[in-house]
């Protein structure tokens, strides 16, 4: 794709992800004004614990006596200046706290992430290599499996299993409390502590890129390029790689990139069961004290992320695929 | 249909879930009769190991009996996965079908509403929802219905897009019959094999769906279920791990046979497409 092209795709995308994220502030906005209650009671949370002076320091901060089209404005404008609101039980910006949880967010997602695609696509290729063979049905009893737990649920037998049963790894926490570890260390440490949240968010992931990864496999593998490879005498383990494995990346890439936002939301699952301290744990707090301010920040922030991978995914598909239209 | 039957039975996979489904059906109607007093009532000491006491599968915290909140819950998650699959199917064959229809700037419009609607991360919407219009069974099961519709728009467009061209139809059209009725009684029965294979993957993502939202605390605060009752074993997994470990097999059991039973639909249903194991988007 010529540099001039890519350009005119990129500004295209990114057009269309500040829509987007347009839309998700209006959409939030609208959520606030159908719940039951007016906008600052439903931020302030229903435990009565506001006081008045809060609330009315809400009801200015959205402009509550002024007409909807100027709440809408003032709503819009707040979010788009990064100012999410303040969270009155923790006396501090909700933009502040989201920013310092994010980074440990950041490490699970992508730790699941790159283990569930690389062990998903190995169990996929190794399944469509021997169809219909016992080891293609173990590896689909596996992936069915996966697909059926719930995401706490396994995270918790890991715990049981590793953490209290072997004592091997931590199930806690994101480091060694009072260890006070530097450098090599501590990042050692919190390796330890990241291999089973990881794991727990992957796995249900794993299971639909094997599936995903073994149906498209063996659709490239019945077309005309590959016949003819077979034909040329080019080696079986060289076929798979270069041949088939390639072409049949692409949808489990772009699939990935639709279920960003899963993986997103299933870390409120995983940091809760293993007290992760990112932006999921984070949202369980907010849920446990009704603070809605905090809630909807994380709502916003997670939306945002996975418009970012989208534009993310799509400009890589542009590159890797020439054959990618700008539409 | 004895064709049908005759397809989905070669499914091994998918008999064996049809199995685990009807034993779950029964657990939820017997569920009164084996175990006639409310789950949440103390039945003996805390703490009880599976087993112990007259408890078939452990007490909890409270001395509540395990396998009667199992038992009770499954009608719950039952009830929570269908009626939320069908205001799911609702909408989205309601929007599926005016955009596949009408087409042009009508089906943009729809399709673009549904595209924001796959962007934005679904379970982090229904916690917001849950929360936002206060956990009850009701606003669980609108919340999972609206992060669930997505992909039925999708489908449905997809057939009324192909269909809608077809003699049929447009017979159909010549006759003067209005839209609502082609729509309805021509289009719609043709589009239906792939969203009865698609409902019944969409109530298992519902009930794990609802056990994940009730593991945070957002069930419905007088309903026993599967998700809060792992949820309150969780702080206590080292001293009770059968709180925790039995509801969770529940859950398994029966979202595995709904996708097994799923796949063995789609295989009787779309016999030509049978090879490509159905991959649901959801």
Redesign the interface.
């Known amino acids: 794709m010529g540099a001039e092209r890519l350009l005119r795709f990129l500004a295209q995308r990114l057009v269309k992800a500040a829509i ?1 994220v347009l ?2 502030v209006v ?1 939030q906005f609208v ?2 004004r159908l ?2 209650g007016d906008p600052a009671s ?1 931020i302030a949370g ?1 435990s009565g614990a506001a006081d008045a002076e809060f609330m009315a320091q809400l009801r200015a901060q959205f402009g509550l006596d002024r007409p909807m089209h100027e709440q809408l404005w003032i709503y819009v404008k707040g979010i788009l200046t990064l100012d999410l609101g303040f969270s009155h039980r923790q006396q501090l910006p909700v933009a502040t706290l989201i920013w310092d949880r994010l980074p440990a967010t950041l490490l699970l997602t992508g730790a699941a992430f790159l283990f569930a695609i690389s062990a998903g696509v190995a169990l996929g290729v190794a399944a469509a290599r021997r169809v219909g063979r016992p080891a293609d049905s173990v590896i689909t009893v596996i992936a ?2 996966f ?7 396994v995270g ?2 890991l ?2 299993i590793f953490s ?1 049963w072997l004592e091997w790894l931590p199930s806690f926490g994101m480091y060694t409390v009072g260890a006070d570890l530097t450098g090599l260390a501590y990042a050692l440490d919190v390796g330890r502590h990241l291999i089973l949240p990881a794991i727990t968010l992957g796995l249900f992931f794993l299971a ?1 890129y094997a ?2 990864a073994r ?1 498209s496999m ?2 490239v593998a019945d077309q005309d390029f590959v016949r003819t490879a077979h034909a040329k005498g080019v080696p079986e383990g060289r076929i798979i790689r270069a041949h088939v494995l390639r072409n049949a990346l692409l949808p489990v890439i772009t ?1 990935a990139g ?1 279920q ?3 993986l ?3 870390s ?2 995983v940091e ?2 293993f007290a992760w301290p990112g932006i999921g744990r984070l ?2 707090d907010a ?2 004290q ?1 603070d ?1 301010a905090v ?2 920040g ?2 916003f922030c ?2 945002v992320m ?2 970012l991978f ?1 534009l993310i995914t799509d400009l890589l598909y542009a590159v890797i695929d020439p054959r990618v239209e700008v539409a | 249909m004895a064709d049908f039957w005759r397809r989905f039975r070669r499914n091994i ?1 998918a008999v064996v879930g049809l199995v685990i489904l009807v034993l779950v059906g029964l657990t939820a109607v017997l569920a009164p009769i084996v175990f006639p007093f409310s789950p949440w009532e103390m039945r003996g000491v805390p703490f009880m190991p599976p087993g112990e006491m007259g408890f078939l599968l452990g007490s909890d915290s409270l001395g509540r009996d395990v396998a009667a909140g199992i038992a009770h819950g499954t009608l719950v998650s039952l009830l929570v996965g269908g009626v939320s699959t069908v205001v799911a199917l609702a909408i989205g064959i309601t929007l599926g079908a005016v955009a596949g229809y009408a087409g042009g700037r009508v089906d943009d419009a729809v399709m673009r509403f549904t595209e ?1 609607f ?8 229904a ?3 849950v ?4 956990p009850s069974i009701t606003s669980i099961v609108i919340a999972i219905a609206i992060v669930s519709w997505p992909p039925v728009t999708r489908v449905v467009r997809a057939e009324f897009l192909s269909l809608r061209s077809r003699e049929f139809v447009q017979a159909a059209e010549v006759l003067g019959r209005s839209r609502i009725a082609i729509m309805l009684t021509e289009i719609l029965p043709n589009a239906l094999s792939p969203i009865i294979v698609l409902s019944s993957l969409m109530v ?1 993502t519902a009930i ?1 769906l609802e ?2 939202l009730s ?4 069930g419905d605060p007088n309903l026993m279920s599967w ?1 809060f009752m ?1 949820g309150a074993g ?1 702080s206590v ?2 001293l009770a ?1 059968w709180m ?2 039995f509801p ?1 097999i529940a ?2 059991l029966t ?2 046979a709904l ?2 039973v799923g796949e063995g639909l789609n295989d009787a249903l779309n016999p030509r497409l049978a ?3 159905g ?1 649901v ?1 959801t």
């Open positions: 987007v839309a998700i959409f959520l606030i719940a039951p439903v229903q069915l499996t697909y059926a737990t719930p995401i706490f649920w918790l037998l715990v049981l209290v639909i599936r995903l149906a063996l659709e699939f639709i960003a936002g899963q997103v939301g299933g409120i699952l809760t069961v949202a369980f849920l446990l009704r809605y809630l909807l994380v709502f997670t939306a996975v418009v989208n | 996979g924001f796959q962007t934005i991360p679904s379970f982090v919407l916690v917001v929802l929360a936002i219009f206060t298992a794990l056990s994940a593991f945070l605390g957002l998700g792992i969780r997994i080292r791990w925790s470990v969770g859950i398994f979202v595995l996708n097994l090879r490509r194991r991959m988007v």
